[in-house]
């Protein structure tokens, strides 16, 4: 089955331009990502703190099946309501350093969107090693899920 969450990865460049259409109005796919409940919900994840706002700050704690738990976290720095939002992330305790992610929402239609997300890391060789964890298989069941659930509330 052909992956939905497109994701392209220039040799030695050091960063990663990932793409996908919702079947979603474009403030549904602008809350699934700066509203706690359906962060928790598509993400799988525990939210700890989602100031959704310029300057704002986030923290989630996720656990893998033996119960152990990793935490994510990030600042943001731009905000634009349905139109984009700036940020860092960081996976704790991991020898990853902080990446820069842009994330741009555009309405294709009332009922369609897209969402393009530009994300840069420190180094070309980080990228490649983020490339090698099941990132691909992840972030598009992660969508799914996302269109899935809101789906329903649209």
Do not use: C
Not at 20 to 43: G, N, S
Not at 116 to 136: C, G
């Amino acid at each position: 089955m052909e992956q939905k969450t497109k994701i392209h990865a220039e040799e030695g460049r050091q960063e990663l331009l990932i793409t996908r259409q919702f079947d979603l109005p474009i403030d549904l796919l602008f809350k699934a990502y700066t509203e706690a409940e359906l962060v928790e919900q598509w993400m799988g994840t525990k939210v700890l703190k989602l100031e959704s706002n310029k300057h704002g700050a986030y923290q989630f704690e996720t656990s893998d099946p033996k119960g152990n738990k990793h935490g994510f976290n990030g600042v943001i720095h731009e905000f634009e309501l349905n139109r984009k939002i700036t940020r860092t992330f960081e996976m704790e305790n991991t020898p990853f350093a902080v990446q820069l992610e842009y994330l741009d929402f555009e309405a294709l239609s009332d009922s369609t969107s897209k969402l393009t997300m530009h994300v840069v890391y420190k180094s070309a060789a980080i990228r490649d090693q983020i490339l090698q964890l099941p990132f691909a298989q992840g972030i598009n069941m992660a969508h799914n899920r996302l269109e899935s659930i809101l789906s329903k509330k649209s």
